[in-house]
Nanobody
Framework: QVQLVESGGGLVQPGGSLKLSCAAP????????MAWYRRASGKRREMVAV???????RYATSVKGRFTISRDNAKNTIYLQMNSLTPEDTAVYLC??????????????WGQGTQVSVSS
């Protein structure tokens, strides 16, 4: 079983910044897409940002220009720099990784989530 280890959540005031990180085991080669999703209370899970193995990124419209996803392939780690946070960004942030199986096909794995709370 592959475990994704997330860190960096917390409480921040509106307008503040946080940086999340998520690491997959370093011995796994050729991890596919990695991403951050979030689930706010009473709402469905939504994609926040995705980054491919080659560095291609995709963002939700609501976070474009404020959030930046990055990736260190050597460490199988992704980061989410979140700036200009608003109360609407309050959610549990979940890390996703497409981990190659024995046939080199991607299998979905999720982290347990880290709470981000934006409040004055």
């Amino acid at each position: 079983q592959v475990q994704l280890v997330e860190s960096g959540g917390g409480l921040v005031q509106p307008g503040g910044s946080l940086k999340l990180s998520c690491a997959a085991p370093e011995n796994i080669r050729n991890v596919y897409d990695m991403a951050w999703y979030r689930r706010a209370s009473g709402k469905r899970r939504e994609m926040v940002a995705v980054i491919g193995r080659g560095g291609t990124t995709r963002y939700a419209t609501s976070v474009k220009g404020r959030f930046t996803i990055s990736r260190d392939n050597a460490k199988n780690t992704i980061y989410l720099q979140m700036n200009s946070l608003t109360p609407e960004d309050t959610a549990v942030y979940l890390c996703y990784a497409g981990i190659p199986d024995r046939h080199q096909l991607p299998t979905d794995y999720w982290g347990q989530g880290t709470q981000v709370s934006v409040s004055s």
